[in-house]
């Protein structure tokens, strides 16, 4: 019984907590809404979207999405919870202030990415649990994958 209690708490510690290990990085979790239909009521608000690993170095900052890496210029870096970079197209402004994720599109320059970002920013542990969600909604059988989310994510 204490190693069930031993493997919820370092569970906990997982989802609530970024790897101590982590350095000049930075993830940004984000999730969104989905379009639900009246006959998909039972189906879960959010949606996770992919994670971002952000390494904030002295003069820049480099981005990773999955096997994707690409470099930020144009950046204004205090720490690596407090700057933001404008895109080299001038198409958004991405950062985080204060540890919280943000992305803000340049609508007078591309009015045509109206709506087009409209992720929310979470916590790590809200991230989880929104997958976690969807595990359930996939089956009983998925849900295994949720024991497992915050040693993966």
Request: proline share 4%; net charge negative; with cysteine.
């Amino acid at each position: 019984m204490r190693y069930v209690f031993l493997f919820i708490f370092v569970w906990l510690a997982f989802a609530f907590f970024d790897s101590p290990f982590s350095g000049e990085n930075i993830t940004a979790y984000t999730v969104r809404e989905t379009n639900r239909e009246a006959a998909d009521e039972h189906l879960p608000r959010y949606i996770t979207r992919a994670t971002t690993e952000y390494r904030v170095a002295s003069d820049k900052v480099t981005s990773k999405t999955g096997p994707f890496v690409s470099e930020l210029s144009n950046c204004i870096l205090f720490d690596k919870r407090n700057w933001k970079c404008t895109y080299d197209d001038e198409s958004a402004v991405v950062g985080f202030r204060q540890g919280e994720y943000f992305e803000i599109s340049n609508l007078e320059k591309f009015p045509h990415l109206d709506g087009f970002y409209d992720g929310i920013s979470v916590g790590r542990f809200r991230y989880i649990m929104v997958d976690c969600r969807w595990d359930w909604e996939d089956g009983p059988l998925q849900m295994i994958a949720c024991i497992f989310r915050p040693f993966l994510t």
